[in-house]
């Protein structure tokens, strides 16, 4: 079974910068689509950014041009750095590995 480790979150001003980090263990064979997700109070999950096992990545439009997704295939790792944060980006942020949730990391972007 697989376990998910997710490292990273906390309170960061408006404007700010953060790194994600997230690494899968308990598995024998690099997930497909390892990527990060978010959900604020009252709203639904919405996509982050996912990126697949052969490179390419998906962004969701509302931190497109601000956030990267890049993974280590060697540690089964996936990392967010996320650039000129808004108090907006206010959420818990989960690392998903393929079907798997990570239990989430709290990011707060005080303005």
């Known amino acids: 079974q697989v376990q998910i480790a997710e490292s990273g979150g906390g309170l960061v001003q408006s404007g700010g910068s953060l790194r994600l980090s997230c690494s899968a263990s308990?598995?024998?064979?690099?997930?497909?689509?390892m990527g990060w997700y978010r959900q604020a109070p009252g709203q639904s999950r919405e996509l982050v950014a996912r990126?697949?096992?052969?490179?390419?990545?998906e962004y969701g439009d509302s931190v497109k041009g601000r956030a990267t997704i890049t993974r280590n295939h060697a540690r089964y790792a996936v990392y967010l750095q996320m650039m000129n944060l808004k108090p907006e980006d206010t959420a818990v942020y989960y690392c998903?590995?393929?079907?798997?949730w990570g239990q989430g990391t709290e990011v707060t972007v005080s303005s």
């Open positions: 308990g598995i024998k064979f690099n997930p497909y689509d």
């Open positions: 990126m697949y096992l052969g490179g390419t990545a």
């Open positions: 998903k590995v393929d079907d798997a």
